[in-house]
């Protein structure tokens, strides 16, 4: 069975601090997807990463895969207020279906 | 381009009443998802189609929980009866097989607003 754990699952931080969560995989995945999720809204498609050693950025954001170690992380680089939200790491199994992490609920602090 | 349209966006009943919730995909995705996500976790898969046929439904409670997508578009999941445990957000999600040189692309799934759910 997939599992997907995430670390944190809270993280508050100030404003211009960098910071990473972290996604650890139990099997073997060639797809892992970065999510992010606002208070009651829905999923938003942050990154998709494909391959060992892929790395994406977006402004502030940067998700990188090592598929050896079934680990993924987010980097968060001079937080700004706007990027509180819950981020999901979910993994694709057999099949499409996802497999997603318990959220890292991340709070930034003016 | 549409998003994937899910109705009603909100649902009260109380227990071992029945519900049904609609999803209606981005048009020309194949594949259809079902999502639970209970308040604080993930979203768990509980089924997935391809076209009109499922493709995994491992983790749908199936004495309870019913769902189809008849003509390959849309989809209905059913709850009947309800339990208090079923109180969450139901997430309907589309993605589109391609293929890119070959090989499977991605199929990354997108997400529509959920129907929440709230049993007493």
């Known amino acids: 069975e997939l599992k997907v754990e995430q670390n944190p699952l809270f993280l508050s931080m100030q404003e211009g601090k960098n910071y990473t969560i972290y996604c650890n995989y139990s099997t073997t995945s060639d797809r892992l997807y970065w999510y992010r999720q606002d208070p009651g809204k829905s999923l938003e498609s942050l990154f998709v990463l494909l391959s060992n050693g892929a790395v994406k950025q977006e402004g502030r954001l940067m998700a990188s895969l090592d598929t050896k170690a079934r680990l993924s992380t987010l980097h968060i680089t001079a937080a700004v207020h706007d990027l509180s939200a819950t981020y999901f790491c979910?993994?694709?199994?057999?099949?499409?279906?996802?497999?997603f992490g318990k959220g890292t609920h991340l709070i930034i602090q003016p | 381009e549409a998003g994937v349209a899910q109705s009603p966006r909100y649902k009260i009943i109380e227990k071992r009443q029945s519900v049904a919730f609609w999803c209606n995909p981005i048009?020309?995705?194949?594949?259809l998802y079902w999502y639970q996500q209970i308040l604080g976790q993930g979203p768990k898969l509980l089924i997935q189609?391809?076209?009109?046929?499922?493709?995994?439904d491992s983790q749908l409670p199936k004495d309870r929980f019913s769902a189809e997508r008849l003509k390959g578009v849309d989809s209905t999941l059913k709850i009947q009866p309800a339990k208090l445990e079923d109180s969450a957000v139901y997430l309907c999600?589309?993605?589109?097989?391609?293929?890119?040189?070959?090989?499977?692309?991605?199929?990354?799934?997108?997400f529509g607003p959920g129907t929440r759910l709230t049993v007493l």
């Open positions: 189609f391809q076209n009109n046929g499922v493709v995994d």
């Open positions: 048009s020309g995705h194949a594949t």
């Open positions: 999600a589309s993605s589109h097989r391609g293929t890119s040189g070959g090989i499977s692309s991605y199929n990354e799934q997108f």
């Open positions: 979910a993994v694709g199994g057999g099949a499409d279906g996802l497999t």
